[in-house]
């Protein structure tokens, strides 16, 4: 399959809610194309989705980090969606509760044959933590595309966010060859178009030539 996405970068803003899930059995049906965004709680991840859609609280952002316990899932087009996974890393839940939650991504993850890529966003002043290189790992096992999300690169100089790229970039060659890393700002939109391109290429792909209308 060749990934290279038709120009669509104006249907984000046209992003609005669709379901929640918290089991199996509530998720949408498989149609079409979706791309998930995961990451630890405090990177930034509900803020980036906003900058995609170009709207304040489509990804609502939680005062407690780690609480969330859905799959948020919004309708861009037809048959296309943004996935909004609960943030891993910070969840004051007792751990019966934790393991269910647990469960159910990891199930989503693995048997969602919908899904087409996940962003993962990262504090750019700490990458790659355990539950990143977790999800990276993952990801090579699955054969899925990742598309990496320095965020907050507004919080460091040019040659330190340079380095941390530059270390990242390095690293991924231990996780296969269909991951890619960008510094972001979900604050000042740095690396925006960058980013719309990678999920225009993995909502919209085109194969031999024609753009694909649903899975």
């Known amino acids: 399959m060749i990934f290279k996405g038709?120009?669509?970068?104006?249907?984000?803003?046209?992003?609005?809610?669709?379901i929640s899930a918290t089991t199996e059995k509530t998720l949408p049906p498989e149609l079409g194309f979706e791309v998930a965004f995961a990451g630890r709680s405090n990177a930034g991840k509900s803020s980036s989705m906003n900058v995609v859609c170009?709207?304040?609280?489509?990804?609502?952002?939680?005062?407690?980090?780690?609480r969330t316990q859905l799959i948020n899932f919004f309708s861009i087009s037809e048959g296309r969606y943004l996935v909004d996974l609960p943030g891993y890393g910070y969840a004051k839940v007792p751990e019966k509760v934790k393991l269910?939650?647990?469960?159910?991504i990891e199930s989503y993850l693995n048997n969602?044959?919908?899904?087409?890529?996940?962003i993962l966003?990262?504090?750019?002043?700490?990458?790659l933590k355990e539950y990143d290189q977790m999800m990276l790992k993952w990801a090579e096992n699955k054969n899925i595309h990742v598309h990496i999300l320095l965020n907050k690169a507004d919080k460091l100089?040019?040659?330190?966010?340079?380095?941390?790229l530059f270390a990242v970039k390095k690293d991924l060659k231990n996780f296969g060859a269909q991951t890619s890393v960008q510094l972001f700002s979900a604050h000042t939109k740095e690396g925006l178009p960058e980013l719309l391109?990678?999920?225009?290429s993995w909502l919209y792909p085109i194969v031999e030539g024609e753009i694909l209308q649903d899975g």
């Open 6 to 18: 038709k120009t669509v970068k104006n249907n984000y803003r046209h992003a609005k809610f669709a």
């Open 54 to 66: 170009q709207q304040k609280s489509l990804a609502r952002t939680s005062k407690t980090p780690g």
């Open 100 to 104: 269910e939650w647990q469960g159910f």
């Open 112 to 118: 969602r044959w919908t899904l087409t890529g996940i």
């Open 121 to 127: 966003v990262m504090d750019v002043r700490h990458p």
């Open 157 to 164: 100089k040019r040659n330190a966010m340079n380095q941390s």
């Open 197 to 200: 391109d990678v999920l225009d």
